[in-house]
């Protein structure tokens, strides 16, 4: 989603913000692409689990699981949100991710039941949730899959959110965005 925004910018005087895309990879494997990189960390916005969806619900929360406490192992005071799997839309041309109609339904049913748990599991954690399910709707490339130019810019209109969030940690706590 996030591959063409790849790169560092500043959000306000007080925002950092490093986008790292990893094109394919999968929750099991995020970890080790970033773990160098998080000891200096205030905030990690996780948006991974897409290439996942196929196995059951559970076996992606426990992937998020480790991942969230391989991360904070190397981090124990970084902030931790995790972006909702999004709903794939009806490929309108023939691709590698194009789904039947039965297969398309059994993905967006396996991602909104994801969802519904890791929203609970980062409630209980006091970790952000950043739900753009509805908003991205509509917003997705002709393949189904990918996001738009506007579909991309989605998570950084949060941004500001999930930074007022974490400055002020009870605000966290839950932080459904």
């Known amino acids: 989603m996030l591959k063409d925004l790849a790169g560092s910018f500043t959000l306000s005087s007080r925002t950092h913000v490093e986008v790292r895309s990893f094109s394919g990879v999968r929750i099991e494997k995020l970890f ?3 773990a160098h990189s998080l000891a200096d960390v205030h905030v990690v916005v996780l948006h991974v689990g897409t290439n996942n969806v196929g196995e059951e619900p559970l076996v992606l929360i426990a992937r998020f699981r480790s991942l969230i406490s391989r991360i904070l192992d190397v981090n124990p005071s970084i ?6 799997i999004l709903p794939r839309q009806a490929s309108l041309r023939k691709c590698q991710w194009a789904l039947s109609v039965g297969e398309l339904e059994a993905f967006n049913t396996d991602a ?3 969802n519904a748990i890791l929203q609970a599991l980062c409630h209980k954690n006091g970790y952000g949730f950043l739900n753009g399910t509805r908003e991205l709707m509509g917003m997705l490339k002709a393949d189904g899959v990918h996001s738009t130019n506007h579909g991309s810019q989605h998570p950084f209109e949060k941004l500001e959110l999930i930074a007022e969030a974490t400055n002020h940690p009870k605000n966290l706590v839950p932080c459904a965005i």
Do not use: H, P
């Open 79 to 84: 902030r931790v949100v995790v972006s909702a």
């Open 32 to 34: 080790s692409l970033i």
């Open 112 to 114: 909104g039941e994801t």
